[in-house]
């Protein structure tokens, strides 16, 4: 199976500030289509998992553009550029290219 | 709008079963593959099952292969996951989700306790 692995754990951050957080994958993401189906969820306190970004870049409708994503192969990074309140909650990385479907462990992202 | 409602969650002892259901609207639901994703308390989320937009295709993760069950209802616009000798380590909230390889779209969740 597909290991992601998330960095930070936690991370603790200012209104304001940008961050940015690690998924590495145990294996290249590039499905034989040419496309890479990795993603970034956002968990808020209370709430089910949200998508933010799909296929590495793509923001999907209606969040933010303060949120990017990049990388390729086995190496992805979220970007937040400016972290607002609402921003706060858990982050996964989460993989569609193999199965079984794998997610990351999760940034914990909170205010200093 | 696209909705996904989950339902039949509930309290079981180990060793029963349960079923669960997915209702959705908002989107041509025999057109998309589902998943269920369940989340133990305080932990991430694990993927558990996924079927085929034609239910073609079932696939499981390790930890439910031959006691969990997904299906759908086209009809119904509905999906199912049965789960049988449930055990202590069952006990999480469980997602459907949409899409075969971007979930792009969840429910709010059904809580499953499994406990004597």
């Known amino acids: 199976d597909v290991v992601l692995t998330q960095t930070p754990p936690t991370l603790s951050a200012t209104i304001g500030q940008s961050v940015s957080i690690s998924c590495r994958s145990s294996q290249s993401l590039l499905h034989s289509n040419g496309n890479t189906y990795l993603h970034w969820l956002l968990q808020r306190p209370g709430q089910s998992p949200q998508l933010l970004i799909y296929?590495?870049?793509r923001l999907e409708s209606g969040v933010p553009n303060r949120f990017s994503g990049s990388g390729s192969g086995t190496d992805f990074t979220l970007k937040i550029s400016g972290v607002e309140a609402e921003d706060l909650g858990v982050y996964y990385c989460?993989?569609?290219?193999?199965?079984?479907?794998?997610f990351g462990g999760g940034t914990k992202l909170e205010l200093k | 709008e696209v909705q996904l409602v989950e339902s039949g969650g509930g309290l079981v002892k180990p060793g029963s079963s349960l079923k669960l259901s997915c209702v959705a609207s908002?989107?041509?639901?025999?057109?998309?593959?589902m998943h269920w994703i369940r989340q133990a308390p305080k932990k991430g989320l694990e993927w558990i099952a996924l079927?085929?937009?034609?239910?073609?295709?079932?696939y499981y993760a390790d930890s439910v292969k031959g006691r969990f069950t997904i299906s759908r209802d086209n009809s119904k616009n509905t999906l199912y996951l049965e789960m049988n000798s449930l055990r202590s380590e069952d006990t999480a909230m469980y997602y459907c989700?949409?899409?075969?390889?971007?979930?792009?779209?969840w429910g709010q969740g059904a809580s499953v306790t499994v406990s004597s």
């Open positions: 989460v993989q569609g290219t193999h199965a079984p479907r794998t």
């Open positions: 079927i085929y937009y034609d239910s073609s295709n079932k």
């Open positions: 989700a949409k899409g075969l390889r971007v979930m792009d779209a």
């Open positions: 296929s590495v870049s």
């Open positions: 908002g989107f041509t639901f025999s057109s998309y593959g």
